[in-house]
């Protein structure tokens, strides 16, 4: 039976997910609460990491030591920073970089890590069984970028864009990315749109989005762990 690792940013979709299994059993790593939940399928083990790179890297690297997860899915909410893409609309991660990496003085492309690279590719059979599910909006694949920075302004936004070829920008996932690259971890990010520079005429109180969020993400960590 598989072992799945799955980070949220918020509680709430944390919350909705567990809703999705029988069972639980809670254990207490490094002051992490970590909620592991089955099915027929699989054995998942749910925790809310926190915000930011350093804390969503720390949960990566705790469940694959504690847990020894066979993959990681990383799912939350992030920013549009594509005209193509709207509010409420579904981004899987084929690749990851990190926008605000910077070792350009030492003659390195924006977002390059030496030893890593510049992007780092979610595992391929997970993004395949990605393109099988089926969720009630817009799902597109491609370049998820992120940042300890949250990113308001349409021209930042406009620059990383075109700068990654980025589809949208948080601030986890590509933390998530390098600690499984480095641990040889199978790996994928998924993220809810919550926000669009290019839909100010669209706005959707955060509380109503969440609820939103929160029950894409179950019903695609449903189908998910169906198909692993």
């Known amino acids: 039976m598989k072992k799945i690792g799955i980070i949220f940013a918020l509680k709430e979709e944390l919350d909705e997910t567990k809703k999705i299994f029988d069972n639980e059993i809670i254990h207490y790593k490094y002051n992490l609460k970590i909620y592991e939940c089955k099915n027929d399928k699989a054995v998942c083990y749910l925790v809310e990491s926190g915000m930011g790179k350093v804390n969503a890297a720390r949960s990566a690297q705790v469940l694959i030591d504690s847990m020894n997860v066979d993959c990681v899915l990383n799912v939350g909410v992030a920013g549009s920073i594509s005209k193509e893409i709207n509010i409420c609309d579904v981004v899987i991660g084929e690749k990851l970089v990190q926008h ?3 070792f350009t003085l030492f003659n390195y492309e924006k977002g390059e890590i030496p030893g890593i690279g510049k992007y780092i590719n979610c595992d391929e059979r997970l993004v395949e069984i990605a393109k099988k599910i089926k969720i009630d909006t817009n799902v597109s694949f491609g370049v998820i970028s992120s940042g300890d920075i949250f990113i308001s302004d349409e ?11 980025a589809l949208c920008v948080e601030m986890e996932g590509a933390a998530i990315a390098q600690v499984c690259y480095l641990c040889d971890v199978p790996f994928l990010v998924v993220r809810a749109i919550s926000d669009s520079p290019y839909e100010k005429d669209n706005h959707i109180v955060f509380e109503d989005f969440l609820k939103i969020s929160s029950d894409m993400a179950a019903k695609f960590i449903s189908q998910f762990v169906d198909n692993i």
């Not at 021209?155 to 070829?165: D, E, T, Y």
């Open 100 to 102: 605000d990496f910077d």
């Open 155 to 165: 021209n930042m936004g406009a620059k990383i864009n075109k700068k990654f070829n």
